[in-house]
């Protein structure tokens, strides 16, 4: 599926399995250092939390 298929749909839904961990260069591990500091901000939380996490092997099974 291509980005512009996507454009002329609106929207697209999908269950992608996320990598062990993400790789980050030295940018990015600023960026995550400045968000982990809003401690107010829930949207920063989450963001955080989801780059930070590290994944398990096996993905839980597509829910349909």
Do not use: Y
Not at 5 to 33: F, N
Not at 49 to 64: G, H
């Amino acid at each position: 599926m291509q980005l512009k298929d996507i454009v002329e749909q609106g929207s697209c839904a999908c269950w992608l399995s996320l990598g062990k961990r993400i790789q980050m260069d030295e940018t990015g591990w600023t960026i995550l250092r400045i968000l982990s500091q809003r401690t107010n901000d829930e949207v920063a939380k989450e963001f955080v939390k989801m780059k930070s996490d590290i994944r398990t092997e096996n993905p839980l099974p597509n829910p349909t």
